[in-house]
């Protein structure tokens, strides 16, 4: 029961580490920190940090990984009636988050490295936010030009392109954007009888 | 004249150089390389890069400056008629140098610091882009749901995310999802009478 409850704590004291790297990083940013600096602004030793998440790279994995649970990513989390707003919630919320955009670009960059912690995660990501975009964009309530798993790459890409073009140049308009291009290719149906 | 004949030589020396970059990080990459691995695989001394670009940084940034020539991005480059088949040549040729796509995308992400070199770099390119995209794609001749800034971003945006997935993930279809997209923004018109 002892050896329990500590594994109890040390799940707790890790998601504890997690958000707060979360919120420090998404305000701060991550400017190329050192594990010893992050362990100083999360407020733990680099020892624990180590002892948590084995490398920086696997902490930084994890705080998207924390991140997408937030914004809801999963298919499930989305009703086919409010996709188009949550998915524009998630996008005007990056807009308050610049150190995360910058986090997660970084590391799709890194990603391409099959030896890196993020490589796994980013194909994951990738394949489920597909299926949640063809599941609940397109489809016979809402026909598009372009079938379900191209929309979802094109979507995926806009969405990626356009935090590469607004961390250069902050008055990209994210949310504006995605807004008109999911009405060009996915115009909104009548309502039924 | 012997300072403007060697001026000529420095100035052929330095495009020398860069040719050489270019080639040599479109084959093999760059792989988070040092100024010293650079120079020996281009076959100059880090001194003469030093003397040349300054800093790795702007070494990097000139190759996707040559590059850019290269690809004939300049707005003059392209015709109305095969603007769309000159843009996916340019997506097709990329995927023949990953070294390239991942420097750029490295670059990309990193230029989001005002003080890095290549910012004012993308902040030009992706102007220059745009008004390539709006002079060539849309306008009277092809009507587009998208106004013609809008659209631009939007086709920069994918190119750019495409590659973010693609470096992951080598069997995504770069240039067939880009096609499919301009022909679901831009439908082909019928030949005028």
Redesign the interface.
Known sequence: MARRGSYAKGVARREEILESALDVIGRKGYQNASLKEIAEVVGVTPAALLHYFGSKEELFTEVLRKRDEHDGLDPSALSADDARGAFLDVIRHNTEVPGLV?LF??L??D??DPAHPA?PY??DR?ARLRESIADNFGGEQQP????PD?LA??I???????Q??W???PT?DMPG?MA??I???LPPTAPGP
Chains 1, 2 share one sequence.
């Open positions: 910058a670009s970084r799709a960059v990603a391409a490589h980013f194909l990738s598009s030009a372009l079938d191209t790459r094109v995926q890409a806009v969405s990626d392109g356009l590469l073009q961390m250069i140049d990209v954007i008109a291009l009405d060009a290719l």
